[in-house]
């Protein structure tokens, strides 16, 4: 008989993890304390990014695979300890990604009206346990943006933001986040990066997609994109700077439209010092910045000031501690060697993996996580070889039915795919792909009346 093993977190490492333990012979459970499968392909990928979110069709897959379970709605942690957890299986790959936000550690932040992009991100895509800001209110008065930070995620929210109805209506957000963003009055948004253009972690395709918006100009400084000794080493190794800056700079040159809705001005060497506002964020302080001669990022002294309604910090996610595994506070990661969680004493955990952002940071494409995830398996199965795991360590008893009894209302495949149907119903309804349940209750109510 194979070996079991508990996956936690159902995004793409935790399923990758789970088709690779499955096509060495292992029975698999993948845990999420959501009632639904996928991680941030549901909750993080930008809803109008409509390939990208069809990745959810080939994940989808691995439930059909004899021997792999969905164990939904079951927070381990809280449901379940990572020890029970252990004790019940032989082994558990830890897939929960990095569900929080990283700081931008400066005077106001916490102000009303100053929101992580995580949060917009989980509003739009309508996680079921968004309890952020209100955006449906915060957003009827929001003419002027700033997003801090020159990422994917920056670019997505930038996009997001400025694109017509007609552009979101297809896409698969919930009803009432897209009346409330066709009602929201932004007309300008700012995109801030602390660096040069050069420097920047978006990738040109994303990018581009800013300049091809139905009713959105975008507005580069022909000063931001001309290099400096640092900056052109970078574009000379790195072939997506060079296609960035090559992008920006033709934007640099582009005629305006000063008819456009809306107004997209990207800054570059632009570092926030100050979220400005009493009650409410009222507008951002800029610090010009440059880089010496070392290529070290040093301000210039030169301020500039921005009157904004909204801030959007975009300056990356970061992973959280799970009670009872070892974490590396200041990456946000569990320590590991090739997937093998490590101890206080830099041993090798029995039986404990890890795989996907919480293994390595928030990094990297889709993809990145299938490579991660076999590395992972691959270090597990040689665990298997040499006979520390697997040599009896799990139980015969089937926590499932056991969480079951104690009166959770496990999500499993059958409980899945009603939601999944029920979704698609309501998309074709209005003549798109599906629409997106954003509300735990229902989720559960159609979940369980199928299971
Ligand atoms: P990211 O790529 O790490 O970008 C974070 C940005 O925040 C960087 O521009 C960084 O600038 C900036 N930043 C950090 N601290 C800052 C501070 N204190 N002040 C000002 N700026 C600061 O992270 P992300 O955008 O959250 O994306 C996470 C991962 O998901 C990435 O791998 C991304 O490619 C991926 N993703 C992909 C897609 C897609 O393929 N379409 C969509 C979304 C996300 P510095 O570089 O100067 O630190």
Redesign the pocket.
């Known amino acids: 008989m194979g070996i079991r093993v508990a996956v936690v977190g159902s995004g793409p490492s935790g399923l990758y993890a789970a088709e690779a333990l499955n096509d060495r012979g292992a029975a698999v459970d993948v845990y999420d304390k959501l009632p639904v499968p996928f991680g941030?392909v549901r909750y993080?990928?930008?809803p109008d990014?409509l390939s990208?979110r069809s990745v959810r069709n080939t994940l989808d897959r691995v439930w059909d695979r004899e021997g792999v379970r969905f164990v939904g709605n079951v927070e381990v942690g809280s449901d379940v300890s990572i020890d029970e957890l252990r004790a019940a299986y032989d082994a558990v790959v830890l897939t929960y990604g990095a569900s929080s936000d990283?700081?931008?550690?400066?005077p106001g932040e916490d102000l009303p009206g100053s929101v992580a992009?995580?949060d917009l991100v989980a509003w739009y895509t309508g996680h079921p346990d968004y309890r952020g800001p209100d955006f449906d209110d915060l957003l009827r008065r929001v003419r002027s943006v700033a997003v801090?930070?020159?990422?994917?995620?920056?670019?997505?929210v930038v996009r997001v933001l400025s694109k017509s109805p007609e552009e979101l209506a297809h896409t698969d957000m919930p009803d009432h986040v897209l009346a409330t963003l066709a009602a929201a009055p932004v007309e300008q948004v700012h995109l801030?990066?602390?660096?040069g253009p050069a420097?920047?972690?978006?990738?040109t395709?994303?990018l581009k997609e800013l300049g091809e918006l139905a009713d959105a100009d975008v507005v580069v400084t022909p000063a931001d994109v001309e290099l400096d000794s640092i900056s052109e080493a970078a574009v000379a190794e790195n072939k997506v700077a060079a296609r960035n800056v090559k992008v920006l700079a033709e934007w640099a040159e582009r005629a305006p439209r000063p008819d456009a809705a809306v107004q997209i001005t990207v800054h570059f060497f632009a570092?926030?010092t100050q979220i400005i506002g009493e009650d409410q964020v009222t507008g951002l302080e800029l610090q010009r910045t440059t880089f010496d001669a070392d290529g070290s990022?040093v301000d210039t002294g030169e301020h500039e000031h921005l009157d904004v309604d909204l801030i959007v910090?975009?300056?990356?996610?970061r992973g959280l501690a799970l009670p009872g595994v070892p974490f590396d506070e200041s990456r946000g990661v569990i320590p590991n060697l090739d997937g093998r969680v490590l101890g206080d004493d830099d041993a090798p955990i029995a039986g404990l993996y890890v795989a996907g952002?919480i293994k390595r940071g928030?990094?990297?494409?889709?993809g990145?996580n299938k490579k991660c995830a076999v590395q992972t398996v691959g270090s597990l199965m040689e665990d298997v070889e040499s006979g520390s795991v697997g040599n009896g360590s799990g139980t015969d008893t089937d926590l499932v039915d056991e969480l079951r009894a104690r009166g959770i209302a496990v999500v499993g495949v059958p409980g899945w795919r009603a939601i999944d149907l029920v979704e698609q119903q309501r998309g074709a309804a209005s003549g798109k792909e599906r629409v997106t349940v954003h509300d735990r209750a229902e989720l559960l109510r159609v979940a369980t009346t199928t299971q």
């Open positions: 941030l993080g990928v930008a990014h990208i990283r700081r931008l550690a400066v992009a995580t801090v930070g020159v990422g994917n995620v920056a670019v997505d801030i990066g602390r660096r420097q920047a972690s978006f990738t395709k994303e570092r926030p990022l910090r975009s300056v990356g996610y952002w928030p990094s990297g494409i889709i990145t």
